[in-house]
């Protein structure tokens, strides 16, 4: 990299990170995302107020990303009313804070962080969770 590139660097984009997401979720084996059904990624910069409070978060910072919707564990087959489709939240500067201050890709931030709210979808446990993020990150 040149002094010159550096720069032309920016900050990735909430699109940029949109798109990191939806790459490793492709990557992801294919069982795991027919089990997702419908989720909605949704990337924002920052949790709403309603979160920040619900979560008891001291700032918007201290959280990367939020599962919202009915786990698959929480549903019955004999649910009747139509849910909204699940949605994982991504916040973009809580994601650029995690990565400027530590040596881990935006990449594999991004992955942990997708899985980890995934994962709540399926009630998988820590080391479950754990087990498919090192698969996506090797594959």
């Not at 002094?3 to 490793?24: C, G, K, N, Q, Y």
């Not at 919202?68 to 019955?76: D, K, M, N, P, S």
């Not at 087959?77 to 500067?93: A, G």
Request: hydrophobic share 40%.
């Amino acid at each position: 990299m040149t002094i010159e590139s550096l720069f032309e660097l920016t900050a990735p984009t909430l699109e940029d990170i949109e798109i990191l997401a939806r790459d490793v979720y492709d990557r992801l084996p294919d069982e795991f995302r027919e089990r997702c059904g419908d989720i909605i990624f949704r990337v924002d910069d920052f949790p709403d107020n309603d979160v920040v409070e619900e979560m008891e978060l001291e700032t918007p910072y201290d959280i990367l990303g939020l599962f919202q919707g009915t786990a698959i564990t929480e549903r019955q087959e004999s649910d009747t009313v139509p849910r909204e489709p699940n949605l994982v939240f991504l916040y973009r500067r809580a994601i650029i804070d995690e990565w400027s201050d530590s040596q881990i890709t935006l990449g594999d931030i991004v992955t942990h962080v997708l899985i980890h709210e995934i994962g709540h979808h399926f009630g998988f446990s820590d080391d479950d969770m754990e087990r498919i993020e090192a698969d996506a990150i090797d594959g």
